[in-house]
C-alpha cells in the first residue's frame, strides 16, 4: 500500500486538476498547463518509489520485476498506439476511448499489465524449478475477465479501468494469499459481477 500511494495521489492530484481547468475556463492558456500537468509531479516520485523497491530486491525477484515491467510499458505502448490508430480513423469517436485512456486510465491499465505480468513470470520461474507446465489457461481467464469488467465498467458507469483492475485483484488474492483453483476464482469473480447487480439494482431505486 505504502509502495502505490504515490500513485493514488496522483490520480487524486489530476481529477482535482481537470475538475479546476473545467470550472475555471477564464484561466489564462499557461495557467491551465501547469494545473493540467500538475499530476506529472507525483507520477514521477511513484517511479521513483518503484525504482527504490526494486532495487532493494534479491537477484531473482529483481529479474522478475524488471521484466513484469517491461511486459506492461510495452502492453501499454502497443495499446495507446492502438487506440490511437483506431481513433484515427473513426471507430472510436463514440466511446470513451475517443481521447485516449486518461491519466487515471493509463494507470490502472499499467498496474493491469504489471499484475498480469508478475502473474506470468512467476508462473513460468515456478514451472521451471518445478518441472511444471506454465498455467496458460489461467493466465488466459484472467485476461478475458479483466477485459470483459472493463467493458462493463464502460457501459455501466463510464470508465472500465478501476473494475479490470478489481478483477485482477481478485485473482491475484485468489491465486497466492488463498491458493484458490480455477473454479474458486472463477466464482470470486461471479461474486464480484452479483455484487455489482445488487449496486446497481439499489442505486436504480433510490433515483
Given at each position: 500500500m505504502k509502495l502505490n500511494a504515490w500513485a493514488f495521489v496522483a490520480v487524486l492530484v489530476s481529477i482535482v486538476a481537470r475538475s479546476l481547468v473545467q470550472q475555471h475556463p477564464d484561466w489564462g492558456t499557461p495557467l491551465q498547463s501547469v494545473v493540467a500537468l500538475t499530476p506529472l509531479l507525483p507520477s514521477l516520485l511513484y517511479l521513483r518509489s518503484i525504482a527504490r523497491w526494486i532495487g532493494g530486491m534479491d537477484e531473482l525477484q529483481?529479474?522478475?520485476?524488471?521484466?513484469?515491467?517491461?511486459?506492461?510499458?510495452?502492453?501499454?505502448?502497443?495499446?495507446?498506439?492502438?487506440?490511437?490508430?483506431?481513433?484515427?480513423?473513426?471507430?472510436?469517436?463514440?466511446?470513451?476511448?475517443?481521447?485516449?485512456?486518461?491519466?487515471?486510465?493509463?494507470?490502472?491499465?499499467?498496474?493491469?499489465?504489471?499484475?498480469?505480468?508478475?502473474?506470468?513470470?512467476?508462473?513460468?520461474?515456478?514451472?521451471?524449478?518445478?518441472?511444471?507446465?506454465?498455467?496458460?489457461?489461467?493466465?488466459?481467464?484472467?485476461?478475458?475477465?479483466?477485459?470483459?469488467?472493463?467493458?462493463?465498467?464502460?457501459?455501466?458507469?463510464?470508465?472500465?479501468?478501476?473494475?479490470?483492475?478489481?478483477?485482477?485483484?481478485?485473482?491475484?488474492?485468489?491465486?497466492?494469499?488463498?491458493?484458490?483453483?480455477?473454479?474458486a476464482n472463477l466464482l470470486l469473480q461471479v461474486g464480484l459481477f452479483f455484487a455489482l447487480t445488487v449496486w446497481n439494482m439499489t442505486r436504480r431505486q433510490r433515483k
Open positions: 529483481r529479474r522478475i520485476q524488471l521484466e513484469a515491467c517491461l511486459f506492461a510499458t510495452t502492453a501499454m505502448v502497443f495499446t495507446t498506439t492502438a487506440i490511437d490508430l483506431l481513433e484515427g480513423i473513426g471507430i472510436l469517436q463514440s466511446t470513451r476511448l475517443r481521447h485516449g485512456l486518461g491519466l487515471e486510465g493509463t494507470f490502472a491499465a499499467i498496474i493491469v499489465f504489471y499484475i498480469l505480468g508478475n502473474i506470468i513470470f512467476k508462473a513460468r520461474d515456478n514451472a521451471r524449478n518445478n518441472h511444471e507446465p506454465v498455467p496458460y489457461t489461467t493466465i488466459l481467464l484472467i485476461v478475458c475477465c479483466a477485459v470483459f469488467y472493463y467493458r462493463l465498467g464502460e457501459f455501466d458507469y463510464g470508465s472500465g479501468g478501476l473494475l479490470a483492475l478489481a478483477s485482477v485483484a481478485l485473482w491475484v488474492i485468489g491465486n497466492l494469499a488463498l491458493r484458490f483453483g480455477v473454479l
